[in-house]
């Protein structure tokens, strides 16, 4: 994997995006060739019309980002790769539709744009064709060794065993742990010298994942692995990295202190943040204005009682603030305003409700907070105080998600379902710590292009 601002991005992945974009450029440049060939038109050097193609290659890419194109199960499915591919050039069709009435000067004629976007997306899918099973094969996954033969090295067995894992198990050293279930696992005792067992495994990385780390750490080996070029990782910080999340069951204090990440050196990018909710904000609340006015008579014909509704959320630092939001249960959902959470099918959600919980509508009267500077678009969703006080009590680290300004979509939104329970808390946790601890305008960008695909694709919302 490759380091991009503080989020790690696949081989494969990246590769793949950068050859898309390639092809994209080559598209465009065609389908103008092509159509200045049947008017019968010279055609002048590329370097006059830079600006439209890269504008063409850009707004389909972005499109491209935003669907999921580049989601694991794109990446192992030709045809759910392909249907995407289908949405993104349609959505990059609008999107380029509206660059080019604001910019005239990028406009690449509509003739161009078509046979641009069908020779796009036909060499699009035929460069998932051609890599195939390459993008999945053995050269784009590192090879790792693992240090231990217990229920962690277990996890990440059954991790690397996984369709469209990143990585590869090369071996397992048992490290006379008590609890040993990796039964191929070598006795560290059996091997003379580690680094060179490593070495021959043509391993990148060692992972450390004992069970009891206590007077345990082979010291002498893990130096020796680390001045022969491989890396060295505990399965903390491997598992981040390969999940994107904050595993909970791995994670200790002295882990979250000194590892990298919750840098203080964040108010350059915490000016351009709050500036784009400002301008965001704004926008926001003028285009989508008609559309919340015709759910706000749709929620009134429907069923008695207000339109709005505030609730009383947690924010940072722990500061209580409501949160306004299109009503989209009964008027009687809660009784004696005791918090209660959403089921699945849930009966209090009226029909027009479950239409816009659906398509996320409900969310947008929240573009206020972001105004106020309540709330910011990207961040961990604001959660009911009732709602923390229990979740601090079961959920180690709870507390440190209020460190960073909540927001209407997150990590946690785009990579988890909806989720009513514990269990579905301490997920989204793990994303939300993810969050806090790398976050950069680069993730912040990611998060907001995924939120797309999430409201075009929802997946539990409840």
């Not at 990028?106 to 195939?132: H, T």
């Not at 693992?146 to 048992?174: E, H």
């Not at 299109?326 to 029909?351: C, F, H, Q, Y």
């Amino acid at each position: 994997m490759i380091k991009l601002f503080k989020h790690y991005v696949p081989n494969a992945v990246l590769l793949l995006a950068i050859l898309d974009l390639i092809l994209l450029f080559v598209a465009g440049e065609l389908g103008w060739m092509f159509r200045m060939g049947q008017l019968d038109r010279a055609v002048e050097p590329i370097v006059t019309r830079l600006p439209q193609l890269t504008c063409f290659a850009f707004t389909l890419h972005v499109a491209m980002m935003a669907v999921g194109v580049y989601g694991a199960d794109a990446l192992q499915s030709l045809r759910f790769a392909t249907a995407r591919l289908i949405v993104a050039v349609s959505l990059g069709v609008i999107l380029q539709s509206a660059i080019f009435y604001l910019v005239p000067a990028l406009d690449f004629w509509r003739s161009n744009l078509l046979y641009g976007m069908g020779l796009a997306l036909v060499s699009l899918v035929l460069l998932r064709i051609l890599l195939g099973k390459t993008l999945g094969s053995q050269a784009f996954k590192r090879r790792i060794v693992v240090l231990g033969a217990g229920l962690r090295a277990q996890r990440l067995k059954t991790m690397a065993q996984t369709p469209g894992a990143a990585f590869v198990v090369v071996g397992y050293v048992s490290m006379s742990e008590a609890n040993r279930v990796i039964p191929e696992a070598i006795a560290r005792d059996a091997i003379y010298n580690l680094a060179d067992h490593v070495v021959l495994l043509n391993a990148s990385e060692v992972v450390l994942a004992l069970e009891e780390r206590r007077n345990a750490l082979p010291l002498k080996d893990l130096l020796r692995i680390k001045t022969t070029g491989v890396h060295v990782n505990e399965i903390s910080t491997f598992l981040e990295r390969e999940t994107g999340r904050v595993d909970l069951d791995s994670v200790n204090p002295s882990w979250l202190i000194f590892s990298d990440g919750f840098s203080s050196g964040r108010m350059l990018s915490g000016v351009f943040k709050r500036l784009f909710d400002i301008a965001a904000s704004l926008i926001l609340i003028v285009l989508t204005a008609p559309l919340v006015i015709v759910t706000a008579v749709a929620i009134k014909l429907e069923s008695k009682g207000p339109v709005l509704y505030r609730q009383r959320r947690v924010g940072l630092y722990n500061v209580g603030f409501d949160i306004v939001k299109l009503r989209s249960m009964r008027v009687d959902a809660e009784v004696n305003g005791k918090a209660v959470w959403a089921e699945k099918d849930d009966p209090r959600i009226t029909r027009i409700g479950r239409i816009i919980r659906k398509l996320r509508i409900d969310e947008l009267p929240q573009a206020w907070s972001v105004l106020k500077g309540e709330m910011s678009f990207v961040g961990p969703r604001p959660e009911r105080p009732q709602f923390v006080d229990d979740l601090e009590q079961h959920l180690p680290y709870y507390a440190e998600r209020h460190m960073v300004k909540p927001g209407i979509t997150g990590w946690a939104q785009i990579n988890y379902p909806y989720g009513a329970s514990i269990e579905d808390s301490r997920q989204k946790l793990e994303y939300d710590l993810y969050y806090a601890k790398n976050y950069s305008p680069f993730l912040d960008l990611l998060i907001l292009l995924q939120t797309i695909r999430v409201v075009l694709w929802p997946e539990g919302a409840r």
